[in-house]
């Protein structure tokens, strides 16, 4: 299986765009069943303090000395962006979450094999349904609705289980150089920043994987036969 990577967080509006842009060229390539996804934790802002009294306009506005209508209409252009590809965003409901549990709470997805159900979960809650990605009830919800189990969840999340992976996803970027998400790396070789438009990704996909098919195809040994010995001690 050739590999794709996708460094992504939680509140990043373009990572969900992105999300989708990528999975309209994946569904049109044809040898889409022999690639494997994996997501990456990344923090846009590691030291948001989650308060579900306000909405994310309100916290933009405030942060970056931003009228509250200015916030909006800059939210509204990346709405406008979100329709285009199927997806509802409403920033009014959109809750002021630290996302660091929720990467934790991905991570124990993906131990599950149900990662990308946790990517496409968390998004919808944060963009459209006005969920706190931040609360234990609330990813307990998300959770047992992919599969997960509750009780192993609530474990999960009282304690810093996938904390240090959280981190090492992190630390991987910053190696890489990734300095904004999403980032997609397809077969360890070419980086794609941003949500790109979808013949963008179709390209680096059927190049990617046209590489990572030579690299993993070579062609057997001519053998010439001769005398030998075997693995059971008999020579001939």
Known sequence: MMKVEIWSDVMCPFCYIGKRRFEEALEQFEHKDQVEIEWKSFQLNPDMKTDPNINISQYLADAKGWTLEYARQMNNHVTQMAAEVGLTYDFDRSVVANSFRAHRFSHLAKKHGLGDKAE???????????????????????????????????????????????????????????????????????????????????????????????????????????ESCGPDGDCA
């Open 120 to 226: 496409e979960a968390l998004f919808k809650a944060y963009f459209t349904d006005g969920l706190n990605i931040d609360d234990t009830d609330t990813l307990v919800n998300l959770g047992t609705g992919i599969g997960l189990d509750a009780a192993e969840i609530k474990q999960v999340l009282e304690s810093d289980t996938y904390a240090d992976d959280v981190k090492r996803d992190i630390a991987e970027a910053q190696q890489l150089g990734i300095r904004g998400v999403p980032f997609f790396v397809m077969n360890n070789k070419y980086g794609v920043s941003g949500a790109q438009a979808v013949p963008v990704f179709q390209e680096t996909i059927e190049k990617s994987f046209a590489e990572w098919q030579q690299e993993n195809n070579k062609p057997a040994l001519t053998i010439i036969e001769g």
